[in-house]
């Protein structure tokens, strides 16, 4: 079975462009979850969507959004974009919201 | 507040033992994660305590107290690639968002 597939893998712009962030999860898994992840902050969660309703959010001011599609694929999309939001953004796919989650590889976000 | 305390980082020898704790503040508990995430990887789970114990996996074995509102990972055995980042995560109830501590560097020495 395919793993979570988040695309592109590394992602370059610019201050005050926006971007969007691709998540495919598992196959039958209908929860995804999104994080930012910087040095010497961990994990700091950002959404998370179950059968395409968002059920959490994080504190993260409203330039982050996000969505989940009926075939579970979920996309995150930050407008506005500023220095500090250069990160490495995970998603997580899980069977069901309190099951173990599966992490991507990541999208390596520079904002210069 | 809601927080979880780990160390930043622990060394120790390969084929030693080490313990990596994770205390926690919360108003509700369903369950304690750990992750591991080696550099330039994807995190991963290596096991979750939802009641107070020891759940044992292989090298790995994860404790709970919730009297304590603390837990540790054990690692048994180490080899060099155990080498990572360990996280311990929380969630509050089954409906909510999980919540990841800073993460402890371990760094093993040969």
């Known amino acids: 079975k395919a793993g979570v597939t988040q695309t592109p893998r590394y992602l370059i712009k610019t201050r005050g462009q926006q971007v969007t962030l691709s998540c495919s999860p598992i196959?039958?898994?209908?929860?995804v979850s999104w994080y930012q992840q910087t040095p010497g902050q961990g994990l700091q969660f950002l959404f998370e969507y179950f059968s395409e309703t968002q059920r959490n959010k994080g504190n993260f001011p409203g330039r982050f959004s996000g969505r989940q599609f009926s075939n579970s694929r979920s996309e995150m999309n930050v407008s506005t974009l500023e220095l500090g939001d250069s990160a490495l953004y995970l998603c997580?796919?899980?069977?069901?919201?309190?099951?173990?989650?599966?992490f991507g590889n990541g999208t390596r976000l520079t904002v210069t | 507040g809601q927080s979880l305390e780990q160390p930043s980082e622990v060394t120790a020898v390969e084929g030693a033992i080490v313990q990596i704790n994770c205390t926690y503040q919360?108003?509700?508990?369903?369950?304690l994660s750990w992750y591991q995430q080696h550099d330039g990887g994807a995190p991963t789970f290596l096991s979750y305590?939802?009641?107070?114990g020891l759940e044992e996996t292989g090298r790995f074995s994860s404790f709970l107290s919730r009297s304590d509102s603390y837990g540790y990972l054990l690692l048994q055995e180490l080899q060099m690639k155990d080498s990572a980042s360990y996280f311990c995560?929380?969630?509050?109830?089954?409906?909510?968002?999980?919540?990841f501590g800073k993460g402890t560097r371990l760094h093993i020495l040969p």
């Open positions: 919360t108003s509700g508990f369903y369950g």
């Open positions: 305590n939802a009641l107070d």
């Open positions: 997580a796919s899980s069977l069901r919201l309190d099951s173990p989650l599966h």
């Open positions: 995560a929380w969630r509050e109830n089954r409906d909510d968002k999980i919540i």
């Open positions: 196959s039958g898994h209908r929860s």
